[in-house]
Antibody
Framework: EVQLVESGGVVVQPGGSLRLSCAAS????????MHWVRQAPGKGLEWVSL????????YYADSVKGRFTISRDNSKNSLYLQMNSLRTEDTALYYC????????????????WGQGTTVTVSS | DIVMTQTPLSLSVTPGQPASISCKSS???????????LYWYLQKPGQPPQLLIY???NRFSGVPDRFSGSGSGTDFTLKISRVEAEDVGVYYC??????????FGGGTKVEIK
């Protein structure tokens, strides 16, 4: 069974930093592009970032570009999101999600999502 | 960015009756490879989104056949032939033809009467 388990969400002050993790199991992790998607309280879904199966390509939403860094460690079946210069508007439930098609970078939506981890940016 | 517009915002449906959700994109989602990169997700209360439909009309593994997707270019529809109580939640369409960013529709909340 494919499983994604996020962790690392906490309450942090504006301007602070945080690293989210996503532990993957049940599939060949290094064959798939991975995504981060967030959902602010009571709001819709916002795509944040993706990384290719080999870590060689990354994309970001404009709202996080230059502040967030996506990475992965295929030896540990883990995905990460380093979040710096956090703002109150980054408060959200952060999901990691697996891409649908293996070894395909673009045009590749998500099939399986984790339960999410909550990040609250507040003073 | 490609803007995804869903209608209606909410829907109240009697069990056993059909339901339909529209999604319009600001640009064509037809790729030069011949595929159209439009997805449908359902987010049940308190749960993460789950994939229902990919590439306009392909049901994901385990999705009941009462769910169907159709459309082309910029206009798409998700239909539920006979709504059941377990179908409540918020439905989102999403495009992946243009990156970054992937973009979602604003969501359609489906409730049971």
């Amino acid at each position: 069974e494919v499983q994604l388990v996020e962790s690392g969400g906490v309450v942090v002050q504006p301007g602070g930093s945080l690293r989210l993790s996503c532990a993957a199991s049940g599939f060949t992790f290094d064959d798939y592009t991975m995504h981060w998607v967030r959902q602010a309280p009571g709001k819709g879904l916002e795509w944040v970032s993706l990384i290719s199966w080999d870590g060689g390509s990354t994309y970001y939403a404009d709202s996080v570009k230059g502040r967030f860094t996506i990475s992965r460690d295929n030896s540990k079946n883990s995905l990460y999101l380093q979040m710096n210069s956090l703002r109150t508007e980054d408060t959200a439930l952060y999901y990691c999600a697996k891409a649908l098609v293996l070894r395909f970078l673009e045009c590749n939506g998500m099939d399986v999502w984790g339960q999410g981890t909550t990040v609250t940016v507040s003073s | 960015d490609i803007v995804m517009t869903q209608t209606p915002l909410s829907l109240s449906v009697t069990p056993g009756q059909p339901a339909s959700i529209s999604c319009k994109s600001s640009q064509s989602l037809l790729h030069s490879d011949g595929k159209t990169y439009l997805y449908w997700y359902l987010q049940k209360p308190g749960q993460p989104p789950q994939l229902l439909i990919y590439e306009v009309s392909n049901r994901f593994s385990g999705v009941p056949d009462r769910f169907s997707g159709s459309g082309s270019g910029t206009d798409f529809t998700l239909k539920i032939s006979r709504v059941e109580a377990e179908d409540v939640g918020v439905y989102y369409c999403m495009q992946s033809i243009q990156l970054p960013p992937l973009t979602f529709g604003g969501g359609t909340k489906v409730e049971i009467k």
